[in-house]
């Protein structure tokens, strides 16, 4: 039993990995933005946006970003070259980094290159308190980092895909 655990637990660090890994490579090459150390100086948010995306296939599941407003208004101007983003440009930015992010993680997870995903639309909430960061943050899935100085968390769910005759096998045990 120990093993088992100690092997589940395993492989979900290197998904875990595996997402903070495609977060970072999609800060860097769309926004030229730079994962640094976790320090105290960075800017903990009090107003926050999440996106979130859904991916189905041989494995479902989800990644949610939540970032600060003051984030995703620099994520904006670095993504669109714009000088005054506005809050649905921002709230846009934070969805495309969702869906590249995701884009970047799904090759990392196949078996074969047959493995095929569907993917929804990013969709976003915002919150104008840190009720939203506190409790997003105190979950074992989440990982914060520190992006240019503002903390930033994102949240990998993943569910291994269990084929209906499988299901089936398992129901009638």
């Known amino acids: 039993k120990s093993l088992i655990q100690t092997v589940c637990s395993t492989a979900e660090e290197k998904k875990e990995n595996l997402s903070l890994k495609a977060l970072t490579q999609a800060l860097e090459t769309m926004a030229f933005m730079a ?3 976790i320090d ?21 599941g989800t990644i949610q970003i939540l970032a600060g407003r003051d984030f ?3 994520l ?3 993504i669109g070259a714009l000088d005054t983003p506005d809050d649905i440009s ?15 993680f799904l090759p990392m997870i196949v078996s ?3 493995d095929v995903f569907d993917v929804t639309v990013p969709k976003s909430s915002t919150c104008d308190d840190s009720a939203q960061w506190k409790e997003f943050t105190a979950d074992k ?3 914060v980092v520190n992006v240019e100085g503002h903390a930033v968390a994102i949240r990998l769910n993943v569910k ?10 398992l129901q009638t045990a």
Do not use: H
């Not at 921002?90 to 970047?104: H, P, R």
């Open 76 to 78: 904006a101007e670095n």
């Open 112 to 114: 074969s290159t047959a």
């Open 40 to 60: 105290d100086e960075m800017i903990v948010p009090q107003q926050t946006i999440m996106a979130e995306i859904v991916f189905s296939g041989m494995r479902n």
């Open 160 to 169: 291994e895909f269990i084929p209906e005759n499988n299901l089936e096998m």
């Open 141 to 143: 899935n989440t990982t």
């Open 90 to 104: 921002s709230i846009d930015a934070l969805k495309e980094l969702s869906n590249v992010t995701c884009g970047l």
């Open 72 to 74: 995703c208004k620099m």
């Open 35 to 37: 994962v640094l150390p």
